[in-house]
C-alpha cells in the first residue's frame, strides 16, 4: 500500500472530514502513516500508545479520495443524535432562570416578572424540546412585534436527562421545567 494514498478521518462530522480530506497525498512517500505502517507489518492494530482511537475509519490506496467523500456524504446524510435539544435557528432575547435540584430531578423556574411583555403569557406560544443532554425554550411574541422571541437553552448537564419523562408547565406568574434525570 502506498503511504500517499492513505487516509484517516474521525467520525466527528463534516467538518473533520473536511479537515482530514485536505490531507489526502500530502505526507511524504518516505514517512508512511500510521495505518500504512501497521498494513506493512500485517497486524492491523499499530497506533500511538497501541490503542486505535475510537470512530476512525482508514482508507487506503488509489480510491482513498472517493471512499473518504463517500463517507462524508453519508455521515452528513445522516440525522442528527436526538440527545441533543436544537439549537435556535433565530436570535432569543435571553430569559432569566432560577433552579432546584433533587437526587431524581432538576427544576428550572422562569418568572414572568422578567418583563412586562411576558405578563399574560399564552402557553399556544410556549415550545420547550428535551435532549438528552440539553433543553431549549422559546417563547414567541403573542403580539406580533418584530422583536425576537424570549429563549432559552441549557445544555452540557453533569448528568443525562429522560427527555420522555421531562415536562413543563404554563403557569400564571412563571413556567416551570422539570428534567428528569436518567
Known sequence: ????????????????????ALNVGKQPPDQPTEAASAADSGTGDHFPGGVKPVGLTTYAGADAAEAAANHAAALAAAPAPQDEAPRATMDLRALAYSWDQEDHEVKIYVSFDQSEELAHVDPANVSVEFGEWSVLLVIK???GSQRPPWGLRLGDFQKRIDPDRSTYAVRSSRISIKLRKQ
Open 1 to 20: 500500500m502506498s503511504a500517499a494514498g492513505a487516509l484517516s478521518i474521525s467520525q466527528d462530522g463534516p467538518a473533520a472530514l473536511a479537515a482530514d
Open 141 to 143: 411574541n403573542a403580539d
